[in-house]
């Protein structure tokens, strides 16, 4: 069984940064794929951004060059760099886990990929 926890979660103003972690647990979490995933009140959770083993990133049109994706060396945790937030990027972001692989090899962003979540940590972004 793996284990997620999520932090780093917090209140920013418009264009700020803030900074999430997952750290996993609990074997063979190193061979999965990783990713985040954001609820918003009232929408659906959406795939964010996901991350191989071998640190091949994906990422939502949404948050393209913005977000940044890394693991640290031993996969142990991974992180979700948030630049120019928006108040549209204002919600409950969650950490997941699975062999979650999509057609062409890389991991993907659909909700139903993965097995694994963390209780989630919310980010609030004022005007």
């Known amino acids: 069984q793996v284990q997620l926890v999520e932090s780093g979660g917090g209140s920013v103003q418009s264009g700020g940064s803030l900074r999430l972690s997952c750290t996993a647990s609990g074997p063979p979490y190193k061979r999965y794929c990783m990713a985040w995933f954001r609820q918003a009140p009232g929408k659906e959770r959406e795939g964010v951004a996901s991350?191989?083993?071998?640190?091949?990133?994906k990422y939502a049109e949404s948050v393209q060059g913005r977000f940044s994706i890394s693991q640290d060396n031993a996969e142990i945790t991974i992180y979700l760099q948030m630049n120019g937030l928006e108040p549209e990027d204002t919600a409950m972001y969650y950490c997941?886990?699975?062999?979650?692989?999509?057609?062409?090899?890389?991991?993907?962003?659909?909700?139903?990929?993965?097995?694994?979540w963390g209780q989630g940590t919310q980010v609030t972004v004022s005007q």
């Open positions: 991350i191989k083993s071998d640190g091949i990133p």
């Open positions: 997941a886990a699975g062999l979650a692989f999509d057609s062409g090899g890389g991991c993907s962003l659909r909700n139903n990929a993965y097995t694994f």
